[in-house]
C-alpha cells in the first residue's frame, strides 16, 4: 500500500467519523476534540508510513566482514 493510498483511506476514516457524531447529534464542540486528535494521529501514521517506505526503499550499506 502506498502512502498515498494510506492518506486517502485514513482521511476516508476521520470523514466517516465525522459524519458519525453528526448523526449521532454530538455537539460540535465536543466533536472537535475528537476529530483534532484523529487528525493528528492520521497525520502521525502518514508520517511513520512514509519513513518506513524511505528506509524500506534505501539500499542497505555493504556489511564488512574482518578478514
Known amino acids: 500500500m502506498t502512502t498515498d493510498s ?5 482521511t476516508d ?7 458519525a457524531l453528526r448523526d449521532a ?3 460540535p464542540e465536543d466533536s472537535a476534540g475528537l476529530l483534532a486528535a484523529a487528525a493528528r494521529a492520521t497525520m502521525h ?5 512514509a519513513l518506513l517506505d524511505d528506509v524500506a526503499a534505501s539500499p542497505s550499506p555493504p556489511v564488512r566482514l574482518a578478514a
Open 13 to 19: 476514516c476521520v470523514d466517516a467519523l465525522a459524519a
Open 45 to 49: 501514521a502518514v508520517t511513520l508510513h
Open 6 to 10: 494510506t492518506a486517502r483511506n485514513l
Open 25 to 27: 447529534g454530538v455537539s
